[in-house]
């Protein structure tokens, strides 16, 4: 029998100063990862609460005292020696001056340049759920064209700021117009957009492309460029593998719960979703009878926010 991993709990912290810059620190020799950057904390000690142990690490290694605040997200990340849950709070506010009581090199970085830095595995999604939305609108089959692209601007107008164009149900120019006719209205909103499976309409039209399961093993590599968002859908490990290993930028992972559209399929759970999720660095979406009241227990799974059809489409 294989021993188990052993198990850590890592609290670590946002810090943004006026600027609007958040605070990194370089992981030093000697260290796993050393090198990578990453948001300063550390372990949790037996019989702390995570705020204290929180409060004491940023103590220790940054010499500042820390007013704990809201939390931003929840990551389970599993390493080849260990299980880890990284547990990430802003700062409410903080007294004293930041500096490397460890030898840590440390940096102040726009929000923008977060990516630039080579970071450890866990520390990904906390990124994308600071720069990304943690809703993702995924269209409903359309029925009357003027009507469906009526609603889609209700959602644009409510504040939608992802979204998946999917019309499975559509070929042929209808689908085209209809797809150039959302680009144009998502983009005029400031909204990322991802087109469902058509790489080649997506590459003509200069968007994402949202992979379906099937595609995943099909494709040898990366089909779009940087810049330009490539998701994928995935419902078990060796899919959000493939995913990875292509250089997807996100992925949606469910069913969480059961849903009318998969009928019969096991749901994964929370549970089933962490599980899953740790076996990654991908950031993520959870799907699968979820609404944006469901963010909050999302992220406390490590995903960066919800996706839905039912629940964002307007009425």
């Given at each position: 029998m294989s021993t188990p991993l052993r198990s850590i709990h890592v609290m670590a912290a946002?810090?943004?100063d006026p600027r609007g810059r958040i605070l990194l620190a370089r992981r030093t020799e000697g260290r796993d990862l050393a090198g990578r950057w990453e948001f300063p904390g550390g372990k949790r000690e037996?019989?702390?609460?995570?705020?204290?142990?929180?409060?004491?690490?940023?103590?220790?290694?940054?010499?500042?005292?820390?007013?704990?605040g809201a939390a931003v997200i929840n990551v389970p990340q599993q390493y080849p020696d260990k299980r880890l849950r990284l547990d990430v709070r802003h700062l409410a506010g903080w007294?004293?001056?930041?500096?490397?009581h460890e030898g840590q090199a440390l940096a102040w970085v726009a929000l923008d340049k977060l990516t630039r830095y080579a970071m450890p595995p866990a520390d990904r999604p906390v990124v994308a759920a600071l720069l990304h939305p943690d809703i993702y609108l995924v269209t409903p089959e359309p029925g009357e064209d003027a009507e469906w692209l009526a609603s889609l601007q209700r959602a644009l107008d409510a504040g939608i700021r992802r979204v998946q164009v999917r019309a499975r149900s559509v070929g042929g120019e209808r689908w085209q117009a209809l797809a150039g006719q959302a680009v144009q209205r998502c983009r005029k909103a400031g909204a990322?957009?991802?087109?469902?499976?058509?790489i080649e309409l997506a590459r003509e039209l200069g968007v994402g492309v949202h992979l379906r399961s099937a595609q995943l093993t099909a494709l040898a590599q990366r089909p779009m460029p940087e810049g330009q968002w490539v998701a994928a859908s995935c419902h078990t490990a060796e899919d959000l593998q493939r995913a990875e290993d292509l250089g997807c930028d996100f992925a949606?992972?469910?069913?969480?719960?059961?849903?009318?559209?998969?009928?019969?399929?096991?749901?994964?759970?929370?549970?089933g979703f962490a599980g899953l999720r740790e076996r990654v660095s991908l950031p993520m979406y959870a799907i699968g009878g979820l609404s944006p009241a469901d963010i909050r227990q999302a992220r406390e799974h490590g995903a960066q926010g919800v996706a839905a059809i039912r629940s964002l489409w307007p009425a």
């Open positions: 946002v810090i943004t037996p019989g702390e609460s995570p705020e204290e142990a929180l409060v004491r690490e940023l103590r220790e290694e940054l010499g500042i005292e820390a007013d704990i007294t004293g001056t930041p500096r490397g990322d957009v991802l087109l469902n499976g058509d949606v992972l469910g069913s969480v719960h059961p849903t009318e559209s998969h009928p019969g399929a096991p749901p994964l759970g929370w549970p």
